[in-house]
C-alpha cells in the first residue's frame, strides 16, 4: 500500500571518513503515513537501487527502539521532531506531504562518519570498557535475595539503567558533550549497593576515558535531556560530578 | 549414528556427575588456547565473559557497531528461574516439567533438567552484575507469573528484562575487554567456517567498514548467532538478524536440527502494507485482560473492512469470541501456538478485520468497564503508547488490530549435551542450537537458556575438549585457511557481480511470502511440495536476476543483505524438507494431516519422537537425514488439551 505524501530529502552523502561530503535531494513520492521514517528511507532505497545507484547507508537493526543503534539528525533534531522517541518508531504522519527534510549523521568529533549517516560511536564502548562494570566473576555470587535493595534505589538505578547508548544527547549538545550517557551508567552503579566498593574509581576511569575521546564539556544547556529517546534525566549529571569531585577530593579507601 | 553424549544416570544427579567427570585445563595453561566466539548476544556476551575470567584468550564478533546491540536487548517479558522465592510450589523438577510439556515432548531431557537446575544460578549472577530487576517493598525480587505458568517464577525489569540482562551481560565483557583478555570485533560478519582435519579451527571474517576479509584462527569456535526467523522476512528480530554463520558451519559440516520448528507469537502489530519492514511484539501479557474476537459473519467482517460500518455498529450478539467459545477452560489465554492457529482460521475464513483482512480483534473496552480506564492504563499504558504511536488508533476507545508474527527459531545447529555440534570444537549455544524448547518455546525462557549456556554450561564443557588437544597453538598458514578465505573472496566477488533487475529485497519478501504461505503455521504435503518448487526457482532468480551494488571495499549494506539472503534462500528449502518430511503435529509445526477431530495438533509419538538433524550434501543435493531418538524417563507423554 502506497500513501500520498510526496517529501523532498536533503541527504547527507558521504563515501568515506576520508573524503568530504555534501547534500543531495532526493524526492520521495508515494509515502504513507503509517510508514516508519527508516521504511521510507527503505522505499527511498529501493528505488536508488534500481536505478543503480548507491542506496543511503544508515545504521538500525531491532526498529523497536530499544537497540540503540538508529540515529539520524532530522531536520535539526536528534530521532526527529517527536519527543521521547528513535527514529526507528518516529512514522511519517509526523511530517506532512510537500514537507522537506533534512537527513545529517550525528555531528560530533568523536563520532567520526563512517558512510553517508552512519557513524562510529566505538567511543562509548571504551568509555564502558574503562569501567562500566562490577568487579565480578561467573559464579560464587551470593544469593540474588542476599542483596535486598529497597524498591524506590532499585526503581531509580532502573531509570538510568535504561540508557540505550544511541548517542543522540552528544548530537544534541552544542559542545558534542557525553556527559548524560556517562553518567547514567555511573549513577546506576553509585545507586546499587553492588556498585559501592569501586564506586570512585569507577567515576575517574570513565570521566577520564570521555576525555580522552575527545567528547566536549558539559554548560548545563540541558538539550541532551530534552533529545533523549528514554527519558534520562540531567540528575544525572549532577550525581556523576558529585561522585567524581569526591574521588578527587580522596582516594578510594579514605570516600568510604 | 549420532551420540547425545547424554551421561548416564538418575536424572538429576547427570549434570553435577558430567562436571566432575569432565577433563579440567589447569590454570596456567588456559592462556595457551584461544576461543572464538560470534555473536554477542545474551549467550556469546556471557561466554565470552565467562571464559576470559577462567583465564583463555578470546576473539569475540559481532556484526552490529557494538556488542551492547545483539537483538537479546529486545526481549521484554523476563527470565525464568526455579528460585521459588514465593513459596508456590516452585521446583526445578516443575520448570523442567513445564519446559518439556511445553515443547511438546520434542527436547531433550537431560538438556532441559540442567536448563531448570541453572537458571537459579543466572538470577544470583545477574544481581551481582547490578542488574536492576523489579523489586518489592521490602527490597527483595518480586516475580510474576508468564505465558500461563501456574507458578510465579518469572523475574523481571519492567518490559524491558532483555535490555538490562544483555547490558549486565556487556558489562561483564567490556571488563574482560579493558583487561586485555577479550579482544572484541565489532563490524565484523563471519562468513565461513575453517575446519582443519574435521575440527573447527577458525573463522573467516568480513570487515563490515573496509571490507577486509580475514582469518582468525582459534582451538574453538563457539556460534551464538541467534534464531534464523527473518527467512519469513518479516518477523519480531532485528533487520540484521541472520542465519548465515549457522549455515556456512552447517555446510562445513555441522548437522540443523529440527529447521521446521518456528515459534508464532500470537499478539503482534498486523502488516500495513508492502513497505513493512518488520513486526513489532505486543507483550503476551495483554491477553489476560484483552478478549479475541472477529465478526460473527463474513458479511459483517467485509462491511467492516470497506467502511460501511464501524466497530460499534457490530452488536454484541454478532461478535464471535472464537477463543472463549472454543477454550472454554482456557479461553483467551491458551499457548501460543494454539492462539495463533485459530487467529489465521478465522482470517481465512474471510472473518478478519482491518483494511487488509489480516487481523483479529483484542478488545479491551470489558476490562476498562469492570477495572476502569486508569488500572488498564496502570497494567498496561506503556504497551497501549506504542501501539498508538505505531497505528495511530487509541486502543482505549477502539479494539487493537492484532495478527500473528514469526518470533523465535527453536530449531538450530544440533548440539550434543556439551553444546559441541558434530564438528569437534565448534560448538552452538542460546537460540542458534536446537536443544531445549522442543517444538515450542514457552514465555521466558530464551532468556535464561542464553545465559545458561553462556555462563554455566560451556565454561566447563569447553574445557573438556580444549584438554583433550595438547598445547600446540593452531598453524595459522595451514593451507586451509588461505583456501576458505580465498573461497569466501570468490563469493562476495560473485555476489557483486549480480546486475540483474530485482532488488534483493524483492526476493527476500517473495521468500517471505513463500514461507509464509506454506511452512508457517499450518503446513500440508500439497503446500510444502509447492513451495519447494517455488524456493528453487526464486533461488535461479536470485542468482540471475538479482542486482548488487558497489564495491567490496567499503561499507556495503546491500552486499551484506544479498549474502543473507542467499543462505535464506538454502535455508528455506530445508525447513520445507523437514516440514514434509515431519508427518506430525507437534508445538509450533501443525501438519494438517494430524489432528485430532477437534483440530488440534496431534502428535505421532511412536514414528516421530525423534529429533530430526540435517546433514549437509553439496549444492543442490538433498541433505540427509538422521534421527536422534528421545528417550522420556521422567515425564510421560499425553497430549495436550486446553478445552
Partial sequence: MSGNMNLTLKVWRQKNDKTRGKFITYQANGISPDMSFLEMLDVVNEGLVRKGEDPIHFDHDCREGICGMCSLHINGRPHGPKQGTTTCQLHMRSFHDGQTIVIEPWRAAAFPVIKDLAVDRTAFDRIQQAGGYVNVNTGGVPDANGIPIPKVVADEAFESATCIGCGACVAACKNASAMLFVSAKISQYALLPQGQTERYSRAQAMVAQMDTEGFGSCTNTGACEAECPVGIKLTNIARMNREYLTAKLFKEEEAH | ?643
Fill in chain 2, 1 to 643: 549414528m549420532l551420540d547425545s553424549k547424554v551421561p548416564a544416570g538418575p536424572l538429576a544427579e547427570k549434570w553435577s556427575k558430567h562436571k566432575f567427570n569432565l577433563k579440567l585445563v589447569n590454570p596456567a595453561n588456559k592462556r595457551k588456547y584461544t576461543i572464538i566466539v560470534v555473536g554477542t548476544g545474551l549467550a556469546g556476551s556471557s561466554a565470552a565473559a565467562s571464559l576470559a575470567e577462567l583465564g583463555y584468550n578470546v576473539k569475540a564478533f559481532c556484526y552490529q557497531d557494538s556488542p551492547r546491540r545483539a537483538h537479546s536487548i529486545a526481549a521484554q517479558g523476563g527470565i525464568n528461574a526455579a528460585k521459588n522465592y514465593q513459596n508456590d510450589g516452585d521446583s526445578v523438577f516443575r520448570l523442567f516439567y513445564d519446559t518439556i510439556k511445553g515443547g511438546d515432548y520434542r527436547a531433550r531431557e537431560a538438556n532441559v533438567h540442567r536448563l531448570a537446575e541453572v537458571s537459579v544460578n543466572i538470577i544470583d549472577q545477574c544481581v551481582a552484575q547490578g542488574v536492576p530487576f523489579a523489586r518489592e517493598y521490602g527490597g527483595l525480587l518480586d516475580n510474576r507469573s508468564f505465558g500461563g505458568a501456574q507458578v510465579s517464577r518469572t523475574f523481571y525489569a519492567r518490559g524491558q528484562t532483555g535490555q538490562q540482562l544483555l547490558l549486565g551481560a556487556y558489562s561483564a565483557l567490556n571488563r574482560q575487554i579493558n583487561n586485555g583478555k577479550v579482544k572484541m570485533y565489532n563490524r565484523h560478519e563471519m562468513l565461513d567456517l575453517v575446519t582443519i582435519d574435521g575440527h573447527a579451527r577458525g573463522i573467516i571474517t568480513r570487515n563490515m567498514v573496509t571490507g577486509a576479509i580475514e582469518s582468525h584462527e582459534g582451538h574453538a569456535v563457539l556460534l551464538c548467532t541467534g534464531g534464523y526467523g527473518n527467512v519469513f522476512f518479516l518477523s519480531t528480530n532485528a533487520m540484521g538478524c541472520n542465519v548465515t554463520a549457522a549455515w556456512r558451519a552447517h555446510k562445513r559440516g555441522a548437522f540443523f536440527g529440527n529447521p521446521c520448528y518456528t515459534q508464532i507469537h500470537p499478539t503482534c502489530i498486523p502488516v500495513t502494507g508492502d513497505h513493512q519492514s518488520k513486526l513489532t511484539l505486543m507483550s503476551e501479557s495483554l491477553r489476560n485482560d484483552g478478549r479475541v474476537w472477529v465478526p460473527k459473519t463474513v458479511e459483517l467482517a467485509q462491511k467492516l473492512r470497506k467502511g460501511e460500518l464501524k466497530i460499534s455498529d457490530i452488536k454484541e450478539a454478532d461478535r464471535d469470541y472464537y477463543l472463549e467459545r472454543k477454550y472454554p477452560s482456557f479461553g483467551n489465554l491458551v499457548p501460543r501456538d494454539v492462539a495463533s492457529r485459530n487467529a489465521k482460521e478465522v482470517v481465512d475464513e474471510g472473518r478478519g478485520v482491518g483494511a487488509s483482512g489480516i487481523a483479529v480483534f483484542l478488545d479491551f473496552e470489558d476490562a476498562i468497564k469492570r477495572l476502569g480506564e486508569d488500572a488498564v492504563r496502570a497494567k498496561y499504558g506503556n504497551l497501549f503508547d506504542m501501539y498508538y504511536q505505531i497505528t495511530d488508533e487509541n486502543p482505549y476507545k477502539q479494539p487493537m488490530r492484532i495478527y500473528p508474527a514469526v518470533h523465535y527459531t527453536m530449531g538450530g545447529l544440533w548440539v550434543d549435551y556439551n553444546l559441541m555440534t558434530t564438528v569437534p570444537g565448534l560448538y552452538a549455544l542460546g537460540e542458534c542450537n536446537f536443544s531445549d524448547h522442543g517444538a515450542n518455546r514457552l514465555g521466558a525462557s530464551a532468556l535464561m537458556q542464553g545465559l545458561a549456556d553462556g555462563y554455566f554450561v560451556i565454561p566447563y564443557t569447553v574445557g573438556d575438549y580444549l584438554a583433550g588437544l595438547g598445547f600446540d597453538p593452531v598453524d595459522k598458514n595451514h593451507p586451509n585457511f588461505e583456501k576458505t578465505r580465498k573461497q569466501v573472496e570468490d563469493n562476495v566477488h560473485k555476489l557483486l557481480s549480480l546486475k540483474g533487475s530485482k532488488t534483493v529485497d524483492d526476493i527476500h519478501k517473495k521468500l517471505g511470502h513463500i514461507m509464509w504461505e506454506y511452512c508457517g503455521m499450518a503446513r500440508n504435503e500439497a503446500g510444502l511440495i509447492k513451495a519447494k518448487g517455488l524456493i528453487q526457482a526464486l533461488k535461479k532468480e536470485f542468482w540471475s536476476d538479482v542486482t548488487v551494488l558497489g564495491e567490496n571495499e567499503e561499507m556495503n549494506q546491500s552486499l551484506e543483505k544479498a549474502g543473507r539472503v542467499a543462505d535464506f534462500l538454502e535455508l528455506g528449502e530445508l525447513m520445507v524438507d523437514d516440514a514434509l518430511n515431519r508427518r506430525e503435529s507437534c508445538g509450533g509445526h501443525f501438519r494438517e494431516e494430524s489432528q485430532t477431530d477437534e483440530g488440534e495438533a496431534k502428535r505421532d509419538d511412536e514414528n516421530f519422537r525423534y529429533v530430526a538433524a540435517w546433514e549437509y550434501q553439496g549444492e543442490d543435493q538433498p541433505e540427509t537425514l538422521h534421527k536422534e531418538a528421545l528417550e522420556f524417563e521422567n515425564v510421560k507423554l499425553t497430549q495436550r488439551s486446553y478445552k
